[in-house]
C-alpha cells in the first residue's frame, strides 16, 4: 500500500493577491510614492506641522530615519490613493497613528 502525502491549506504555496496589493507593488504606485517623497521634501509631515524638521532616508535600515507614506483619511473610511490624501511621516509615526486607528475602528 502507498501512501501519498495530502497537502494541509497551510502548506499553499500559491497565495491568492487581491487587486489592491498588486497595485501596491505596481510601476505606478512606485511613481506616486517617488512623488510624495519629493513634494514632502523628505521631511516627516507630522513632525513639520508641529514646526519640527525631521529629515527622513529612503532605503535606511534606522527606524529614526524610515519614512513611510500614508493615507491621511483611511481607505476602509472612503480616502483614496491620490497625492491629496497621501503624506510622508516617520515610520514609527505611521507605526502609531495606525493603533490608534485600528483602535477607533473597532470602537465604531
Known sequence: MIIKSIKRPWQNTQRKTSDKSKFYQSAEWKQ?????????????????????????ERGTKNIDKQGTIDHKVQRVLGGSDKEDNLWLIGSNHHNSKSVIEGNNMRNL
Open 32 to 56: 506616486i510614492v517617488s512623488y510624495i517623497w519629493i513634494r514632502d521634501k523628505g521631511l516627516c509631515q507630522l513632525c513639520f506641522e508641529k514646526g519640527i524638521s525631521h529629515i527622513l
